[in-house]
């Protein structure tokens, strides 16, 4: 019974009688409390473009494949998440309440095998669009860390991407095309995929560090030296988990025809 009450699995099992703090407490050894995750409805279409994404790539050699994607934090954190066990007798601590969670900031990374690139600050108040976020790449991804790699790198790179229209437009496409990243060196991406991105697992990593124990921030600076601190924290093996997991994902997506898999 996933996201069911405690109550309600006691009476499942034809168990009355027993009050709350014992059904949670019994119910704590054997389950968590989750949230349900949120996706994007799937379709027969997207089902079958992920299916034909999982056959195409399913001999690629990931990694030589940078992942990469934004990831937005706020100075409150996501809903929720400031929930916690106190003492008796202590009381909870204050929280802010602030419209938006307060603000926040924009951040670009990517993996690949074992390293972090970035992770990248978008200049507060730019909403990305095709211009800016090509210019945002020049600015950050080009010139801080490809520029440096070798040719024989450079060569063998796959870069990735989700359909985001400021990715996925033609002035994007054609844009990456003249940095020779074009055809078989730029991923192509199936619809309503974000299980399949690696990277989203390192902004979960990123988000427990920030926010544990509830905490808030004051200004935007602050989080974005939380996110920097946070991130270099990430060792490499860690990273190569995530990219390693990859094959394992796509045989999960055609075991699954399609469906979403568990990240």
Known sequence: M???????????????????STRCAILRDMAKVRKAERRPP????????????????????????????????????PDGWARGWIGKGQRAPVRLRRQQGGGGVLVWAG???????????????????????????????????????????????????DNASSHASKYSTAWLARKGIKEEKLMTWPPCSPDLNPIENL?????????????????????????VAAARNVDGEQIKTLTESMDGRLLSVLAKKGGYIGR
Request: proline share 2%; hydrophobic share 35%; glycine share 4%.
């Open 2 to 20: 996933p996201l069911a009450t405690s109550l309600a699995i006691f009476q499942s099992c034809n168990i009355t009688g027993v009050p709350k």
């Open 42 to 77: 799937l379709n027969k279409t997207h089902k079958l473009k992920r299916q034909d994404w999982a056959k195409k790539y399913l001999k690629t050699d990931f990694s030589k494949v940078l992942w990469t994607d934004e990831m937005r934090v706020s100075l409150d954190g």
């Open 111 to 161: 993996i690949i095998k074992d390293e972090l690139v970035g992770p990248f600050r978008v200049e507060d108040g730019v909403k990305l669009n095709s211009q800016s976020y090509c210019q945002f790449l020049e600015d950050t991804f080009f010139k801080q860390w490809y520029r440096k790699k070798s040719a024989s790198f450079k060569k063998n790179m796959i870069f990735m991407q």
């Open 203 to 227: 902004w979960s990593i990123i988000k427990c560090e920030i926010y544990k124990e509830g905490k808030q921030y004051t200004s935007l600076n602050s989080v974005w030296e939380a996110v």
